[in-house]
Each structure stands twice: as C-alpha cells, then as structure tokens.
C-alpha cells in the first residue's frame, strides 16, 4: 500500500513558478513509476508529466515542456515538479499518482494504469 500526500500549490502570478511535491509511504519506493496529472472543473484529468522507478526516463505532455521539470529523489520518498513560466492554463489541482513498475523503467502517462493517488494540491496562476 502507498500513501501519497501533495504540497507546494497556491497562487502566482503569470511567469512565476512553483516547486510541488509529493511525499510517499512504502517501501521498494524506487519501483513505482511516477506522474503527475491536473485537472480543472468540468474537464477529464490530464496528464502532465512522469518519471520512471529509476528516475532516468521522464515524459512531459507539448505544452509544460521546457517549463517543467519532474525529478523523485528514492532515498528520501518524494517527487517533485518544478513549474516555472506558469500560465494561467496552468491553473488546477494537481495530483500526483503512482504504480508499481519493477524493471524501473517505464513511464506511464494513462490515468487508468495508476493505482495510487494523491489527494491533490490547488495551483492558480493569475493574468
């Protein structure tokens, strides 16, 4: 069983940033592929980003790439998402999920193949 708990959302102004982070409970943390997904009123959650079990294999969904950043740190159980040059479409809640991986390599961006959520952190980006 792995717990989940989000931090780091509020609000920021357009072109700021803001550093998420997910801590975990579990052990063999460094099987579990990582992502994290957003989602706003009266539309599906979205992918945003994922990083394999090892950490060496990361995708971004076109329009976070080249402002966000995922990295996970196995020693101390977290996953971050560096989000710099915010958008207000950025703005949602966001959630980071989780699911077990044991060749610790693959990166999963389908909501339905997470097993493990979060309970979601609110970032609203102002204009």
């Known amino acids: 069983q792995v717990q989940l708990v989000e931090s780091g959302g509020g609000l920021v102004q357009a072109g700021g940033s803001l550093r998420l982070s997910c801590a975990a409970s579990?052990?063999?943390?460094?099987?579990?592929?990582m992502g994290w997904f957003r989602q706003v009123p009266g539309k599906e959650r979205e992918f945003v980003a994922a990083?394999?079990?090892?950490?060496?294999?990361?995708d971004y969904v076109d329009s976070v790439k080249g402002r966000f950043t995922i990295s996970r740190d196995n020693a101390k159980r977290t996953v971050s998402l560096q989000m710099n040059s915010l958008k207000p479409e950025d703005t949602g809640v966001y959630y980071c999920?989780?699911?077990?991986?044991?060749?610790?390599?693959?990166?999963?961006?389908?909501?339905?193949?997470?097993?493990?959520w979060g309970q979601g952190t609110q970032v609203t980006v102002s204009s």
């Open positions: 999920a989780a699911d077990r991986d044991i060749t610790r390599y693959i990166i999963l961006i389908d909501r339905s193949l997470y097993t493990y």
């Open positions: 579990g052990r063999t943390w460094g099987t579990y592929a």
């Open positions: 990083i394999s079990g090892s950490g060496g294999n990361t």
